[in-house]
C-alpha cells in the first residue's frame, strides 16, 4: 500500500498546486493549462484510486488487488502534461522578453539612462563585427556617427517616454556605416520607476537599395517620356510634312489629270485633224490623177499620151505613199513594204502582165518616216514603170528567150546602209547607155531623187538583164 499512498499523495499535491497558479493565472487562464485536459484526469485518478484502495476494503472487510500502479500507467500522460503547463504558468516576461531578443533579425540595444549598453542581441553583434565584452558596457555613442541625435533622442524618451524615428548609421568595426531607423524606447517596472533605455533600429539598406533603383527607373522613366514627347513631336511634324505633300500630290495629280485630259483632247483634235488633211491630199492627188488622165484622152499622140500616163502614175504612187501613211498607227512612219506589195500588183495589172511575169519581193517590215517615204516611193515607182515596160517590149531581144519573165525586188538592210534592188532578166539597156544622154525623164529623176533627197548613191549592172541598185545610209531614212 505504499506506492499507491505515494502516488495518491503526489496526486494530490499536484492538483493543489496547479489549481493554485490556474485562479493567480489571467483571465485568459486556456492559453498554459486546459481544466478538461489536467484537472479532469488527476481528479478522477485521486477518486479512483482512493475509493478501491482505502473506502473498498473498509465497506467489504476484505483486500481488494491493488491497482493503482496500472491505473497510474495511464495516468503518467496526463502528469507529463501538468508538468508541462506548470512550467509554461511559470515562464516570466523576463524570459519571454530574452527569447524575443535572441530571435529578433534587427539591431537592438538595451541601455541605462546614460545610454550605456547592457545588453543585445546577436544580429547586431554580427553587424558590428565584435564580440559581445566589447559591446556590452560600452556607450551608445561608441557605435553610432550622428552623437548629437543620441543625446537629443535620449532627453526627448527621458520626458515623453519614447522619440523617433531617427535616421542613424552603425558603425561597424570593419566596413561602411549601416543605415538605420531607430526608435527609443523607455522602459519601467510595475513601479513605474525607470531603468533605462530600449534602441529598436530598422536596417534600411534594402529600403536604399529600392529607394535607388525606383529613383533610377523613374530617371529612366523620366527619359522615356521625354523621348516619347520628342518622338510624339517629330511624329506631329512628319505627319504634317505627309499631310502638306499629300495635299501637294493631290493638287499635281489633279493638275496632271487636267493636263492629260488637254493633251488627249489634243491629240483627238489632232487625229481628226490629220485624218482630214489626210483625207484632203488624198483626195486632191486623186483629182490631179483624173485630170492628168482626162488630159491625156486629148489630140495627142502616143508619146505624148504616154508622158500624161508615167505623169499620173507618179502621183499615183505618192497616193499610196498617204494612203499606207493614213491606215498607220504613227502618221511620221510608212509601211514601205505594203506600199511596194501593193504597187507591183496596181503596176502588174495596167501593164497587162498578171500570170505573165513571176515578181519575187524580198523588202523588210522596218517603217521609214515620211520624209523620205515620198522620194522612196516615187523610185520605186519610176523603177518598177522602168522594168514592165522596158524589159520585156516587143522587138527587143531577149537576154534569155527561153527563161520566163522574172522581175525581183529587194529592200534590206546592208551594214549601216539600206538598199533597193530591182532586178529583171529582159533585154537590158543598150550597150552606149549613158544616164546623162538620156532622153527619158524616169532615171534621172531617180538619180536626182536620191542624190539630193536621200543623200545616198544609185548604181546599174546589165548582165543577163537589168539591175539597179540604191544605196542610202539608214541613219537618215529608218526611224
Known amino acids: 500500500l505504499i506506492f499507491p499512498a505515494l502516488l495518491l499523495v503526489l496526486n494530490a499535491v499536484l492538483l493543489i498546486s496547479m489549481l493554485i497558479k490556474w485562479k493567480q493565472s489571467p483571465p485568459d487562464r486556456s492559453r498554459f493549462v486546459r481544466f478538461s485536459v489536467v484537472f479532469f484526469p488527476l481528479v478522477f485518478f485521486l477518486g479512483f484510486s482512493a475509493f478501491f484502495e482505502f473506502i473498498l476494503p473498509v465497506l467489504t472487510g476484505k483486500p481488494v488487488p491493488v491497482i493503482t500502479p496500472w491505473v497510474g500507467i ?37 541601455c541605462d539612462t546614460d545610454l550605456q549598453v547592457i545588453r ?19 556607450d551608445l ?34 566596413g561602411d556605416a549601416i543605415p538605420l531607423q531607430v526608435h527609443f524606447l523607455l522602459v519601467r517596472d510595475f513601479f513605474n520607476d525607470v531603468h533605462g533605455l530600449a534602441v529598436f533600429c530598422k536596417d534600411k539598406r534594402e ?54 485630259q488637254k493633251i488627249e483632247s489634243e491629240l483627238s483634235e489632232r487625229e481628226v485633224l490629220i485624218n482630214e488633211i489626210h483625207s484632203r491630199v488624198i483626195y486632191n492627188l486623186n483629182l490631179i490623177v483624173s485630170l492628168v488622165l482626162s488630159q ?19 502621183v499615183r504612187s505618192i497616193l499610196l505613199v498617204h494612203e499606207h501613211l493614213y491606215l498607220s498607227v504613227n502618221y511620221s512612219e510608212v509601211d514601205f513594204s505594203g506600199f511596194i506589195r501593193k504597187l507591183a500588183v496596181e503596176l502588174l495589172a495596167y501593164y497587162e502582165l498578171e500570170g505573165k511575169v513571176d515578181v519575187e519581193l524580198k523588202v523588210s517590215d522596218k517603217f521609214i518616216d515620211i520624209e523620205k517615204a515620198i522620194p522612196m516611193g516615187i523610185i520605186a515607182n519610176e523603177l518598177l514603170n522602168n522594168a514592165f515596160f522596158h524589159a520585156w517590149r516587143p522587138g527587143r531581144a531577149a537576154a534569155a528567150p527561153t527563161e520566163p519573165k522574172r522581175l525581183s525586188v529587194g529592200f534590206f538592210p546592208a551594214g549601216k546602209s539600206w ?46 538583164g537589168t539591175s539597179i541598185r540604191i544605196t542610202f545610209p539608214s541613219s537618215q531614212s529608218l526611224g
Open 207 to 260: 529600403l536604399h537599395h529600392l529607394a535607388s533603383m525606383w529613383r533610377q527607373r523613374r530617371k529612366q522613366w523620366a527619359g522615356l517620356l521625354k523621348r516619347r514627347k520628342r518622338l510624339e513631336s517629330e511624329l506631329s511634324r512628319i505627319n504634317s510634312e505627309l499631310a502638306q505633300s499629300y495635299r501637294e500630290l493631290q493638287l499635281r495629280i489633279s493638275e496632271s489629270l487636267r493636263l492629260e
Open 296 to 314: 491625156a484622152e486629148g489630140p495627142f499622140t502616143g508619146i505624148s499620151r504616154r508622158k500624161f500616163t508615167e505623169l499620173a502614175q507618179r
Open 74 to 110: 495511464v495516468w503518467f500522460p496526463f502528469l507529463f502534461y501538468a508538468f508541462r503547463g506548470f512550467q509554461n504558468a511559470r515562464y516570466s516576461p523576463a524570459n519571454a522578453g530574452e527569447f524575443v531578443l535572441k530571435k529578433m533579425k534587427q539591431p537592438v540595444f538595451l
Open 419 to 464: 538598199q533597193l534592188q530591182v532586178t529583171d532578166n529582159g533585154s537590158g539597156l543598150p550597150e552606149d547607155f549613158r544616164l546623162a544622154s538620156c532622153e527619158t525623164m524616169g532615171l534621172p529623176l531617180v538619180d536626182i531623187l536620191v542624190r539630193e533627197q536621200l543623200g545616198g548613191t544609185m548604181s546599174l549592172a546589165t548582165l543577163d
Open 141 to 174: 555613442f561608441d557605435f553610432f556617427r550622428e552623437s548629437d541625435v543620441l543625446n537629443e533622442s535620449r532627453k526627448t524618451t527621458l520626458e515623453n517616454g519614447h522619440s523617433g524615428p531617427h535616421g542613424l548609421h552603425l558603425m561597424p568595426a570593419n
Open 120 to 138: 543585445t542581441n546577436q544580429h547586431t553583434l554580427s553587424l558590428l563585427g565584435s564580440l559581445p565584452r566589447s559591446v556590452i558596457g560600452g
